[in-house]
């Protein structure tokens, strides 16, 4: 095989494995709400337990253990999102910068939750800094930053030179 063989195969792949990053996506949401649904029935056992057995080795959990494994979870939502798409990104471009993009963004929003997150002990504003934190750690475990990275690999808009024209 010849360069430009291996470039197509390796974008076919790369196409090829966008199907598991958007499964993965609907996995996550399916594991978090049926989490919900857990710790709804820890909080109400009356309601009765009308979680699926997508979370069945967390119904021994206490509710406190639960919140804390959904914390975990996101973690490694989060890590699975990120090496998908680098995966995929690399794949696609083979370029080493689109995986620097990629960090640079993860980290970016990572920090933006934990300063929102932490705002809380300033502000007292508990639930409404929890809300943002929890709605970017969500962004971070979705196929969001892989499509923008993509887009703005895919039309050159990383190389795009923006001119100030002074009057």
Known sequence: MNQKQIDIALKVLAIL???FLIWLGFHREATFV???????????PSVGNWASEIVADYYDYSEQALYTAKWWLTVRFSIYFFLLSGLILFLFFRKKKVLY???????????LAGISYLSSYITGNHRGAYLVARRLMGLLQSPYPFMLIFVLILFGLDRMKISQKSE
């Open 17 to 19: 494995l966008i199907p």
């Open 34 to 44: 049926e989490m919900n649904k857990l710790i709804m029935f820890k909080q109400n």
């Open 101 to 111: 993009y990629l960090l640079m963004f993860y980290l970016v929003i990572f920090v």
